[in-house]
């Protein structure tokens, strides 16, 4: 069975405190695994994909890398707006569809 | 603007009720997908359609029915609301696999 596990289920970080977010996975054939950010109230929002054990992928505070095993989204010097729950999804190979983690809960404070 | 259109944004139902949340997308996608989300259970695939004419139950699907209405609309039926099925209901659709899905912004229902 296909399943993500997220890690820790929520962060509290001063603001430049750096860190990262752990999503585990175990899936039958990996077509990608995506990232996502969500704010309160909000439908989630594409960040990063990522395909092969090694890749990484960097946007403004964030990047995100893959190992066969596991991904991490490293967030350096965040700002108060970087305050969302970030959530981890992977796709198992096909159409079959994708598969979520339960979310990091992310508060940054000024 | 682009994207996935979800109708209406808050609901609240009496116990038995039913109703149908909409979801259209204008991305030329094929796939479209519900998806429920509680506080601690993450986001549960409810159904989902992989082209227009076809869908499948994913994890939840108790409760629920679907219809493709075409290539662009994806509706989810409740037809006798129970107070388990209170929640956020999202929409995605699929297109280019290099960005997942594209989401709507929720409907929050309340079974009371």
């Not at chain 1, 695994?33 to 109230?41: I, K, V």
């Not at chain 1, 991490?72 to 796709?91: N, Q, R, W």
């Not at chain 2, 979800?6 to 991305?27: I, R």
């Not at chain 2, 956020?88 to 290099?98: D, H, K, L, M, T």
């Amino acid at each position: 069975e296909d399943q993500v596990t997220q890690s820790p289920e929520a962060l509290r970080l001063q603001e430049g405190e750096s860190s990262s977010l752990n999503c585990s996975y175990t899936v039958s054939g990996l077509r990608g695994l995506f990232w996502y950010r969500q704010d309160p109230g909000k439908g989630p929002e594409f960040l990063f994909t990522l395909y092969s054990a090694g890749e990484e992928k960097e946007k403004e505070r964030l990047k995100a890398t893959l190992t066969k095993k596991e991904s991490f989204l490293h967030i350096t010097a965040p700002k108060p707006e970087d305050s969302a729950t970030y959530l981890c999804a992977v796709g198992p190979t096909g159409n079959t569809p994708l598969v979520f983690g339960k979310g990091t809960r992310l508060s940054v404070i000024a | 603007n682009a994207g996935v259109t979800q109708t209406p944004k808050f609901q609240v139902l009496k116990t038995g009720q039913s109703m149908t949340l909409q979801c259209a997308q204008d991305m030329n996608h094929n796939s479209m997908y519900w998806y429920r989300q509680d506080p601690g259970m993450g986001l549960r695939l409810i159904y989902y359609s992989a082209s227009e004419g076809t869908t499948d139950k994913g994890e939840v699907p108790n409760g629920y029915n679907v219809s493709r209405l075409n290539k662009r609309e994806f509706s989810l039926r409740l037809e006798s609301a129970a107070p388990s099925q209170t929640s956020v209901y999202f929409c995605a659709s699929r297109g280019n696999s290099e960005y997942g899905y594209t989401f709507g912004s929720g409907t929050r229902l309340t079974v009371v």
